[in-house]
C-alpha cells in the first residue's frame, strides 16, 4: 500500500511492484449491501451509484452482494440493488444470517471473494461496515482506506482512494498495489444518491455457505433500537439548520431549532458545542460527526474550519451567517449574511412562519 497525494502518480509508478501472478484474474466491482430489519441502508445505494462510475471506468461488472434471511425481503432488496445500478447479485441466503455478527459475515465474505475473486470492494462506514470492512481485510490480508471522500480509477486502473489526513488539513490519496480485493469504506451522505432505474434487470448468483449456528459464539437475544438515533435524521434531512460558537450560549440553540422545526428541518451543530455538552454528540456536522448532503444548510454563526467543511459540502445551498466577513466558510458558502446569528434567526423563524402560514 501506498499513501500520496493525487499529483503523486510518478512517484508512485517508482514504488509500484508487479501485481501477483495470483491476483491478475480479480475482477469487477462490489459494494456490500448493507441489509437489517428488511432494509437497504442509503449507503450502500449511494455505494453502488459510485460503483456504477468505478466499473464503468473498468470496464468490469458492479455487483451487489447481499446476505440474510427470509426470501421475500432478500427478493426485494435484489430488486432494489438492479434499480441502482447492479449487473449481478452475490445473493447469500442463511438462517443464521438473519442479523449480523461479525464471524458468520466475515465467513461468508471472505469466502465470496475467494471464489469470485473482485477487484474492488466497497462498504459504508457505518458500525457495521466498520467492523465488517476491518476483519474482511485482516482475513484476506489485503488494504483497506476508511472514511473515502473520494473514488477514482488511475490510469493503471488502480483505485485511487482519497480521505483526509492530519486532522483533516490533508487529504491523502491510497492506492492497494499489491493486493486483491482493493478496499474502501464511505461514510452515509458523501457520495451522491444515484437516481434508481425501476424494472433494470441483472443476474443473480446464489451462494449457499455451510454455517451452523452452534459454531457461531455470539448470539444476538433481543433488538433494542437506538431511539436517539432514529431521532436523528440529520444525515438525509432535505433542510438542515446548524449553530456554532457564534451562537454564545446553550440558550441560543433554541434559535435554530426552532428556525428548522419551522422549515420542516433538521438541526445540529459544530464541535466545540458538542465539547460544551450543549448539544449530543448525533447532533455534530463534520469531519468526525454527520456528514450531510440536503438541498439547504443554513450555518449560523459557524467559522467553516476545513473538519467543518467536509461534512457539509455536498449541500446544494448554503447558507452562512457569520459576523465576520473575512469567516472561511464564506469561502464556501452560495450566500453569505454578515450579521449578528442571534439577532437574525429569530427574525427569520418569524418570516417563514408566516410565509408557510
Ligand atoms: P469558532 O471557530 O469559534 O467560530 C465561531 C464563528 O462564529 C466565527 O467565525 C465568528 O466570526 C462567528 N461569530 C461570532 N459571533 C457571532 C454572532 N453573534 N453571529 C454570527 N457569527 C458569529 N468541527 C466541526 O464542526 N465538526 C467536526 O466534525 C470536527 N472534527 C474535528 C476533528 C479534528 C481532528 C479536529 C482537530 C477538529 C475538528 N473540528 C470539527 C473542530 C474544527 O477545527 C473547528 O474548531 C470548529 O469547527 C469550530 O467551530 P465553530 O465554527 O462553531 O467555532
Redesign the pocket.
Known sequence: MTTSSPQAAGQRAGMKKELPEHFRSYKHVWVFIEFEHGRIHPVSLELLGEGRKLADKLGVELAGVLLGSGADSLDDATRNCFAYGADVVYRVEHPVLAQYRNQPYTKVMTELVEKFQPEIMLLGATVLGRDLAGSVATTLKTGLTADCTELAIDDERSLAATRPTF??SLLCTIHTLNYRPQMATVRPRVMAMPRPEEGREGRVVVYTPELEEERIITKVLDFLPDDAAEASGLAFADIVVAG?????SEENIQLVRQLASVLGGDWG?????VQKGWIAADR??????KTIRPKLYIA?????????RV?VEGADMIVA????PN?P?FDFAHLGVV????ALLPVLTEAFRQRLL
Open positions: 486532522g483533516g456554532g460558537m457564534g451562537l454564545r451543530g459544530s464541535r466545540p458545542l455534530q456536522i463534520g469531519q468526525t460527526g449560523a454563526g459557524i467559522s467553516g474550519a476545513i473538519q467543518h461534512g451567517i457569520n459576523t465576520d469567516a466558510i450579521s449578528d446569528a442571534v
